[in-house]
């Protein structure tokens, strides 16, 4: 969310605008990227992808990163102008220069979907990298879910781990879920069901509708036995019903928020 418009934006959405307009025309770039927002979700004003596109290159020329990145996002999605993802990876990487970590974030994305440049995990690891570093938890899962998946990096289950409890204790949700499995599934650490459960629990009260299905589907303590000596036919039953959250899903989603 991009500078936040408060209460007058709820009960006045003229005035915010012509306040905004007045802030704009003295040279104010947060205020033009405000603007754009306004034209670009037609808040106060008819939704105007045009306008948005105006403004967000004013203030982008200023040197306003949130601008260059919501610029970006319009070519990602097609708004107001032809889909263009090369168009869009380079307002990304101007973003990200300026030291936007969403647009490290949308970097990652495009390195790793293959859109407007080659499929490359290794550089969407390391824009997910910089975008940790940065303290981002949602570019902290992603970094987390290549090394279990070994993709750019090479497979590590220790240190998908240590990503995922960053975010997770930061309060990431997808996080907390697929740290869970890590301990369903003993992947980097030993397997172990209660504390697979308390992850999943604490998913499941910060919204995460996988994190429910997961703790459904944990056997009962009763059964810790069965389960703690990983017999065959017990743990496959309920490994069958199991989910953890694809970075690609959880990724493709963020993406479309991280612009505003």
Same mark, same amino acid.
């Given at each position: 969310?991009?500078?936040?418009?408060?209460?007058?934006?709820?009960?006045?959405?003229?005035?915010?605008?012509?306040?905004?307009?007045?802030?704009?025309?003295?040279?104010?770039?947060?205020?033009?990227?405000?603007?754009?927002?306004?034209?670009?979700?037609?808040?106060?004003?008819?939704?105007?992808?045009?306008?948005?596109?105006?403004?967000?290159?004013?203030?982008?020329?200023?040197?306003?990163?949130?601008?260059?990145?919501?610029?970006?996002?319009?070519?990602?999605?097609?708004?107001?102008?032809?889909?263009?993802?090369?168009?869009?990876?380079?307002?990304?990487?101007?973003?990200?220069?300026?030291?936007?970590?969403?647009?490290?974030?949308?970097?990652?994305?495009?390195?790793?979907?293959?859109?407007?440049?080659?499929?490359?995990?290794?550089?969407?690891?390391?824009?997910?990298?910089?975008?940790?570093?940065?303290?981002?938890?949602?570019?902290?899962?992603?970094?987390?879910?290549?090394?279990?998946?070994?993709? %750019?990096?090479?497979?590590? !289950?220790?240190? +998908?781990?240590?990503? =995922? &409890? *960053? $975010?997770?204790? /930061? @309060? #990431?949700?997808?996080?907390?879920?697929?740290?869970?499995?890590?301990?369903?599934?003993?992947? %980097?650490?030993?397997?172990? !069901?209660?504390? +697979?459960?308390?992850? =999943? &629990? *604490? $998913?499941?009260? /910060? @919204? #995460?509708?996988?994190?429910?299905?997961?703790?459904?589907?944990?056997?009962?303590?009763?059964?810790?036995?069965?389960?703690?000596?990983?017999?065959?036919?017990?743990?496959? &039953?309920?490994?069958?019903?199991?989910?953890?959250?694809?970075?690609?899903?959880?990724?493709?989603?963020?993406?479309?928020?991280?612009?505003?």
């Amino acid at each position: 969310m991009l500078y936040a418009l408060g209460q007058a934006a709820a009960q006045d959405y003229q005035k915010t605008k012509e306040g905004y307009e007045q802030a704009a025309a003295a040279g104010d770039a947060k205020a033009m990227t405000s603007l754009g927002y306004l034209y670009d979700v037609g808040q106060g004003v008819p939704q105007d992808y045009q306008m948005a596109r105006e403004w967000y290159e004013k203030a982008a020329a200023a040197g306003n990163a949130t601008a260059m990145n919501n610029l970006a996002f319009l070519y990602y999605q097609g708004h107001g102008v032809p889909q263009d993802y090369q168009t869009a990876r380079q307002w990304t990487e101007k973003a990200a220069a300026a030291g936007s970590t969403m647009a490290m974030i949308r970097l990652g994305a495009l390195y790793y979907e293959g859109q407007g440049v080659p499929q490359d995990y290794q550089k969407a690891e390391a824009w997910y990298e910089k975008a940790s570093v940065a303290g981002n938890t949602m570019a902290m899962t992603s970094v987390a879910f290549m090394y279990s998946q070994g993709q %750019g990096v090479p497979q590590d !289950y220790e240190k +998908a781990r240590q990503w =995922y &409890a *960053k $975010a997770a204790v /930061a @309060g #990431n949700a997808t996080a907390m879920n697929n740290l869970g499995y890590l301990y369903y599934s003993g992947q %980097g650490v030993p397997q172990n !069901y209660q504390r +697979a459960r308390q992850w =999943y &629990a *604490k $998913a499941a009260a /910060a @919204g #995460n509708p996988e994190a429910v299905t997961n703790l459904a589907s944990l056997p009962a303590p009763k059964a810790r036995e069965c389960h703690t000596t990983r017999h065959t036919h017990c743990s496959r &039953a309920s490994h069958s019903s199991h989910k953890v959250t694809a970075h690609r899903h959880r990724h493709r989603h963020t993406v479309q928020i991280a612009s505003r």
